[in-house]
């Protein structure tokens, strides 16, 4: 038996159909359970617009296919030939479909359907918006939900008609002002067939059709039901329903009544305490009524939610609408606009608390609310929230507003924003303040502003001046940001790794909560330092709290932090992961250029460990050279290109690179290699144009690595100079790298340390030697990962050349002699081998030894490969 034929409006099926695959499958079971005479109710739940009607035609065609009777509400077959084909055979099953059910028995349709004498209906399909389709008596067998489509389905249909190029750029135009509706969706690509207008022109037409289908779906409704839709809009799930029908004017009499009519309208996702269930179709309903009712219920609302003392949240939003005024008013955005902060909704936070500024928000209120508004901002318009800050740091002189001061001038500093201009406000702010506490903290942060070493401020490295209490008591107590600010101009300077560590270990432990500068720059002093451990454990609970707080600033730089640490021991793919996982977080166009240095900088190394010099010089191009900027950032972004140039055979940018990051390091104070080694690599730069100033630079970053003390930098510093420089002292650098790292944690430098001397072995003619370290090297890279799996690979690689091309080197006699030699055999058995003298074969295999570079017959059988 023929189906029944599908609507005219192919799109509209598609859409109602699309990641409905689970629905259909389920339909098929009902189905078949009714073929096999099992008594099936099926219901089907979905918002307007969802597929309802798509659904029930498919379940139509494939009772149909099945040899059931199929009937339709409202009281006309589901499709003229296929339903008199079906009713033409006697005695097939019933099949009833009911579309927008509205809580009607089950039994209802089929009466005034299929009449009194038909049947009871085997399978019954009802589809309907409320939960209770079917009244309370029923208990169908299987329930579908229809949801909204997905932002893939959306694009699914966006490619069937416009094609790949052109449905990309619509996508979120199209989700967002769609919802994922697909009447919608589908009713507005038919009215724009191809070619593809662009996304502010689809979503324009696609706001103007979902505004019509919410008309049609309303059209349908009584006055009083539309009445309560637009109370529900402006109550948005705050209000009880009798406070909603007082405000829609619902007299009590006719309340029970209009619950059940709002219930069917499949707006709403609660009735007791009514709510629109998609914003966007509640601002649609509100767009339906005229200004004056906007308005006047909006007013009605706020005047109720006051008599009824509703949260401060909760009157704000609705007093937004209004042009009421009042002393209270500011308070009510403001406590609104926090709300929404801390519900990640930091566009409709800005709303409100700029409201609550035009408003009068006056004294305390008006510090409370600029702090807000720039920590909204941060996810933003970041240089708006500077502003905010700097403006918060130079007028809130109030001695109670030091939170406020302190909070601004630690987000400031955080974001990389501050520079010159924060440490100024910050000392402006110190010398204005009555609290010692409050003076040290900003002087701290001042401190963490500049970034500078013991070379370039006063007071000199590791010493930190007593501030004594305006009553000349004894030194406060003890201060984050001063002790961070003392552990970092250590960590630049290079010396006292204890101090630095005693003190960062004592910002991250004693400042559990707080200010997050301070914590993030002694987590990256640990790293220096190389107390791995603590510095992870330190940014993974930062990262943690930045989140509970919404600074989307702090979780970006903990994640940045986590990614250097992970570079730093080695395990280049985590750094990738880490990035990655920073720049979904804080959108790169948000990240001041300071950190946006950093964070480039440490992506092309990432790239460059990986085998990728393309995405390095694209990650570089992106963030051009400013010439002007002196900061530790900027070193870093040298550095990198650096780097960059010596993998590509450019020396003498790298050289000029090199040249330029010490320099400015000299100038911020900075001696330490462990912050930015740009001596050991200058070194590799010059080691073939003066190899004496590679020595040099060798010998004096070797000393300064000694100086801070950390073994993985001492242990760097020998694997730089031994690949910069050749020979006996070449080898002893790299030997002594292999030593360090082995007894450390970081697994990845130590094979990579491995696999540079086994290279150097090969190189200086020792093969054996360098078998057996590449074998280590190897075993260990491949569990480490990253750049020491790959270099040992590489060096593998030249091993298992070295046979073709060392027996390439050799005459066919000399060949032979190697090859029986390489197998153990004695000079004299190798002449009778022959039948040469034994002088032949000395000749042979010195002048063997000298081609191949190798030392003696030890190394003969590693180096032709001959087992």
């Known amino acids: 038996m023929s189906p029944l034929p599908r609507p005219s409006a192919p799109a509209v099926v598609q859409g109602g159909l699309l990641e409905r695959s689970d629905e259909l499958a389920t339909l098929e079971r009902a189905v078949r359970d009714a073929a096999d005479g099992v008594p099936v109710t099926v219901v089907v739940r979905g918002r307007p617009g969802t597929g309802r009607s798509a659904v029930l035609a498919e379940a139509a065609a494939l009772a149909l296919r099945a040899g059931l009777r199929v009937v339709t509400a409202p009281a006309r077959p589901a499709g003229s030939r296929a339903a008199e084909?079906?009713?033409?055979?006697?005695?097939?099953?019933?099949?009833?479909?009911?579309?927008?059910?509205?809580?009607?028995?089950?039994?209802?349709?089929?009466?005034c359907l299929a009449g009194p004498a038909e049947p009871r209906p085997l399978?019954?399909?009802?589809?309907?918006?409320?939960?209770?389709?079917?009244?309370?008596?029923?208990?169908?067998?299987?329930?579908?939900?229809?949801?909204?489509?997905?932002?893939?389905?959306?694009?699914?249909l966006l490619v069937a008609a416009y094609g790949e190029n052109a449905a990309d750029p619509l996508v979120p135009a199209a989700v967002a002002a769609t919802g994922g509706n697909p009447a919608v969706l589908c009713a507005t690509l038919r009215r724009w067939p191809a070619p593809a207008p662009g996304p502010d022109e689809f979503a324009a037409l696609a706001d103007q059709v979902g505004r019509n289908h919410l008309r049609s779906t309303l059209a349908r409704a009584s006055e009083r039901t539309i009445a309560l839709v637009g109370a529900s809009a402006v109550a948005g799930g705050d209000f009880s329903f009798d406070q909603v029908c007082e405000l829609a004017e619902i007299l009590p009499p006719d309340r029970e009544r209009a619950r059940a009519e709002l219930a069917g309208t499949g707006l709403l996702d609660s009735i007791a305490h009514p709510r629109v269930y998609d914003p966007l179709v509640a601002d649609r309903v509100l767009g339906l009524l005229n200004d004056s009712r906007r308005h006047e219920l909006h007013e009605r609302a706020v005047a109720s939610a006051r008599r009824e003392g509703l949260p401060e949240a909760v009157l704000g939003r609705l007093v937004a609408q209004t042009r009421l005024t009042g002393p209270w008013v500011p308070g009510a955005l403001y406590a609104t606009g926090v709300h929404a902060r801390r519900s990640g909704e930091d566009a409709a936070a800005v709303a409100f608390l700029e409201q609550a500024m035009d408003r009068g928000a006056a004294e305390g209120l008006r510090t409370d609310v600029l702090l807000e508004l720039a920590r909204a901002q941060s996810s933003l318009r970041p240089e708006a929230a500077d502003r905010g800050f700097r403006r918060i740091l130079a007028e809130a002189t109030a001695p109670d507003r030091t939170a406020a001061r302190l909070l601004a001038a630690d987000l400031l500093t955080l974001r990389g924003g501050g520079g010159d201009v924060a440490a100024a406000l910050c000392a402006a702010a110190a010398a204005e303040t009555m609290s010692a506490a409050e003076r040290r903290t900003l002087l701290g942060l001042r401190k963490l502003a500049l970034g500078t070493g013991p070379a370039a401020t006063a007071p000199a490295c590791g010493t930190v001046a007593p501030v004594k209490s305006p009553g000349g008591g004894s030194p406060s107590a003890f201060d984050p940001a001063e002790a961070a600010a003392a552990a970092w101009r250590h960590c630049l300077a290079g010396r006292g790794i204890g101090r630095a560590r005693r003190l960062a270990g004592a910002v991250l432990t004693r400042a559990e909560a707080g200010l997050f500068t301070p914590r993030l720059v002694a987590a990256r002093v640990l790293a220096v330092s190389e107390d791995v451990d603590l510095a992870r454990d330190g940014l993974e609970r930062i990262e943690a709290e930045a989140r509970r707080q919404k600074v989307g600033a702090a979780i970006g730089q903990a994640l940045l932090g986590l990614a250097e640490l992970a570079f730093r021991t080695g395990e280049s793919d985590e750094a990738g992961v880490r990035l990655a996982q920073a720049v979904a977080e804080v959108p790169r166009r948000h990240w001041h250029p300071r950190v946006l240095s950093r964070l480039t900088a440490l992506e092309a190394l990432v790239a460059l460990e990986s085998g990728r010099p393309d995405l390095a010089e694209s990650a570089l191009a992106g963030v051009p050279p400013n010439r002007h900027e002196y900061s530790l950032g900027r070193t870093h972004l040298l550095f990198a290109r650096c780097v960059l140039g010596l993998r590509t055979g450019q020396i003498a940018q790298a050289t000029a690179h090199l040249h330029e990051c010490g320099r400015i390091l000299q100038a911020l104070g900075c001696a330490n290699p462990a912050v930015v080694p740009w001596r050991p690599h200058l070194a590799m730069a010059q080691a073939t144009v003066n190899p004496q100033a590679a020595a040099r630079l060798g010998a004096e970053s070797l000393a300064a690595a000694r100086a801070w003390g950390a073994p993985g930098a001492v242990g760097a510093v020998h694997l730089w100079t031994g690949r910069a420089l050749t020979g006996p002292t070449a080898l002893r650098?790299?030997?002594?790298?292999?030593?360090?790292?082995?007894?450390?944690?970081?697994?990845?430098?130590?094979?990579?340390?491995?696999?540079?001397?086994?290279?150097?072995?090969?190189?200086?003619?020792?093969?054996?030697?360098?078998?057996?370290?590449?074998?280590?090297?190897?075993?260990?890279?491949?569990a480490a990962g990253g750049r020491s799996v790959r270099r040992a690979d590489e060096v593998a690689a030249r091993f298992a050349a070295q046979p073709l091309t060392s027996r390439a080197r050799l005459s066919p006699a000399q060949l032979r002699v190697a090859l029986l030699a390489a197998e153990g055999r004695s000079n004299t058995a190798i002449s009778v081998e022959l039948s040469v003298s034994v002088r032949t074969v000395e000749l042979h295999l010195t002048h063997t030894y000298r081609a191949l570079g190798i030392s003696g017959r030890a190394d003969l059988a590693v180096v032709l490969g001959h087992p």
Request: without cysteine.
């Open 123 to 156: 399978l019954r399909v009802v589809a309907g918006t409320g939960p209770a389709v079917l009244g309370t008596g029923a208990a169908p067998r299987y329930e579908l939900a229809l949801r909204p489509l997905s932002a893939h389905a959306v694009r699914a």
């Open 733 to 782: 650098h790299l030997r002594t790298a292999v030593r360090v790292f082995a007894g450390t944690t970081t697994r990845g430098l130590y094979a990579r340390a491995v696999a540079e001397l086994a290279s150097a072995l090969l190189d200086a003619g020792r093969p054996t030697q360098a078998r057996s370290l590449l074998d280590e090297a190897v075993a260990v890279g491949r």
């Open 85 to 111: 084909a079906a009713r033409g055979i006697p005695g097939a099953p019933l099949a009833v479909l009911v579309d927008d059910a509205r809580g009607a028995p089950p039994t209802e349709p089929v009466a």
